[in-house]
């Protein structure tokens, strides 16, 4: 196949780059020198969550979790979509007036979302501690497991016709008209997309992309335990920090039964 677009990775983004552009009459073809889903598409926890940290965020991950919303339908079981919802919790009273500022911010963008008081925290999720003082409740915040999704994306969404997968390719340079891989082969076409997450440092050095690792822990079967994606208000304190170590607690139901728990946060390292 002649290609109109390379992709280079083929992991959730690579994987919706692609799905986007066939389905506009493109042939694509997506390389990766390992396989499908693999990298940060593996590891992460595949939360699909409306943040507010700035007006662009909000925007960009709403619409995003409505394009998720869409496709749902036609995924399959093992792609794990489930629309769990996000509870975020609160502490005390200052994260408690914290989800009250994000309450008044997603109801000014229309975002379905409910604050509750104690009671009726524990009546939503009755699992939580008790020293709870309420929390945020956003209805339509989902989950996925990517990897699997990805997978449909090139193999079994509408266009995926017009998409070409092929492994084992190791990209070693781009230029504006193709690539070229580590065996020597050159592969010509008129767009070029980088999507090999941190990798693609070594392509085009001048992107301004660092490494940062967390740690997750899934764990035996607890079905029914939680209901909810759930995450501390303290998160919003925490977790976006550009420097130094930090944690903040998640939990997530998977539809297996496990919880998938995090997270915590170290830049410069993998």
């Known amino acids: 196949m002649t290609a109109d677009a390379l992709i ?5 983004v690579g994987a919706a780059c692609a799905a986007e552009l066939a389905a506009l009459g493109m042939r694509v073809e997506v390389l990766d020198a390992q396989g499908v889903g693999g990298g940060a598409t593996a590891a992460g926890m595949g939360h699909i969550v409306v943040m507010n940290d700035s007006p662009a965020e909000l925007a960009l991950s709403l619409y995003s979790r409505d394009l998720w919303l869409q496709l749902a339908p036609r995924l399959r079981t093992r ?3 489930a629309r769990c919802g996000t509870l975020w ?3 005390d009273e200052e994260e408690w007036q914290a989800a009250r500022a994000m309450h008044a911010a997603y109801d ?3 975002v379905a979302a409910q604050l509750l008081d104690a009671s009726a925290l524990r009546e939503c999720e009755p699992a939580v501690a008790a020293s709870l003082v309420g929390g945020l409740r956003i209805e339509h915040d989902s989950i ?3 990897p699997t999704a990805a997978e449909w994306l090139l193999t079994q969404s ?5 998409i070409g997968v092929r492994l084992g390719a190791s990209v070693v340079s781009v230029d504006a008209t193709g690539v070229t891989l580590a065996n020597g082969e050159r592969r010509g076409a008129r767009h070029v997309i980088v999507a090999n997450g941190l990798g693609a ?9 660092q490494p940062k690792k ?3 822990l899934i764990t035996d079967r607890y079905p029914e335990l939680i209901h909810h994606q759930l995450l501390e208000l303290g998160y919003i304190k925490s977790a976006h920090h550009a420097t130094g170590t930090s944690v903040a607690f998640n939990a997530q139901p998977r539809p297996t039964g496990q919880l998938l728990i995090g997270s915590s946060r170290q830049f410069d390292t993998t």
Do not use: K, Q, W
């Open 158 to 162: 509408p266009a995926s016709a017009n």
């Open 89 to 91: 919790l609160a502490a």
């Open 214 to 216: 967390g740690h997750l």
């Open 144 to 146: 996925v497991y990517a």
């Open 79 to 81: 792609d794990a979509f």
């Open 8 to 12: 280079v990775g083929a992991g959730i």
């Open 108 to 110: 000014a963008h229309g």
């Open 201 to 209: 440092r070594e392509l085009v050095p001048t992107l301004p992309l």
